[in-house]
């Protein structure tokens, strides 16, 4: 079966706002299709968002019964429970159930793991976009949103291999990217690099690679520039994405990296 030629696109194709044909290229053919993505003059970026959303929902309710499982374990009454009030041990008692809710279990992942897809793309094409015209590029913000979507793909790719993990051992990875390297409870900077590298993994290292593909495509702009804006944006976003993961990691709160893919 002849594959289609990204090289000749019909002027209907090329309006298109949903391009559904330019996922699986981004893979197995990632310099002709992200070519063609930076020669769209207008967005295109809705397509890979949508995949992303729609895995991040699944992943989110298809591993809501191993974090639940997971709660009810680390559920256990203090040493001083004994000598607690009947009003404090139903308080402690609601908590735990409460943490162990709808809310807690499905809302409130949902919602942050949504949020944290767009959030991402928002960030990511804001900073590359300041980033390139701080280089010298022309480009619109437009190109800058359409390359930062496509070049997320790979988080689709760790949302199957995470969820896949998670159902079959039947529990959540606690350490993601490398952030094993590093115990969250030190001190100083070392809980905020424990935060910044549970997002570094063979998926961020490939949407950088992503990035570096398509700013080379630019016209105009000096390659090694480009290159270097690029990876300006790449550790700005990562520090970005660590701070709220540090944040509540002080406040003991949250874990670093727990909340998925993409504030991721």
């Not at 991040?56 to 429970?81: F, G």
């Not at 804001?126 to 590029?137: D, E, F």
């Not at 979507?149 to 490398?178: D, E, H, K, M, N």
């Amino acid at each position: 079966m002849k594959e289609p030629d990204l090289d000749h696109l019909e002027s209907g194709q090329q309006s298109r706002r949903l391009r559904w044909d330019w996922i699986l290229p981004v893979f197995y053919r990632p310099r002709r299709t992200l070519e063609q993505i930076t020669l769209q003059e207008r967005p295109v970026w809705l397509a890979p968002l949508l995949l992303l959303t729609i895995l991040t929902i699944a992943h989110i309710l298809l591993t809501a019964p191993a974090r639940q499982a997971e709660a009810q374990m680390s559920a256990a009454p203090p040493p001083v429970m004994d000598y607690y009030t009947p009003e404090q041990r139903a308080q402690f008692e609601q908590g735990l159930a409460a943490g162990q809710g709808f809310v807690f279990i499905y809302l409130f992942p949902l919602l942050g793991g949504i949020l944290g897809v767009w959030l991402s793309w928002l960030l990511l094409g804001s900073i590359l976009h300041l980033a390139l015209t701080l280089s010298g590029s022309r480009s619109t913000s437009a190109l800058a949103f359409n390359l930062s979507a496509f070049a997320f793909l790979p988080a689709a790719l760790r949302l199957v291999v995470r969820t896949t993990y998670t159902l079959i051992s039947g529990r959540a990875i606690q350490s993601p990217g490398l952030s094993g390297f590093v115990a969250p409870e030190a001190d100083g900077v070392l809980p905020f690099l424990h935060s910044a590298l549970s997002f570094v993994d063979l998926y961020f290292l490939w949407t950088v690679a992503l990035l570096l593909i398509g700013v080379a495509k630019l016209p105009g702009l000096n390659r090694n520039r480009a290159r270097v804006a690029t990876l300006i944006t790449a550790v700005i976003l990562l520090a970005l994405m660590a701070l709220p993961g540090f944040l509540g990691a002080k406040l003991g709160q949250l874990s670093a990296g727990s909340n998925g893919p993409i504030f991721f």
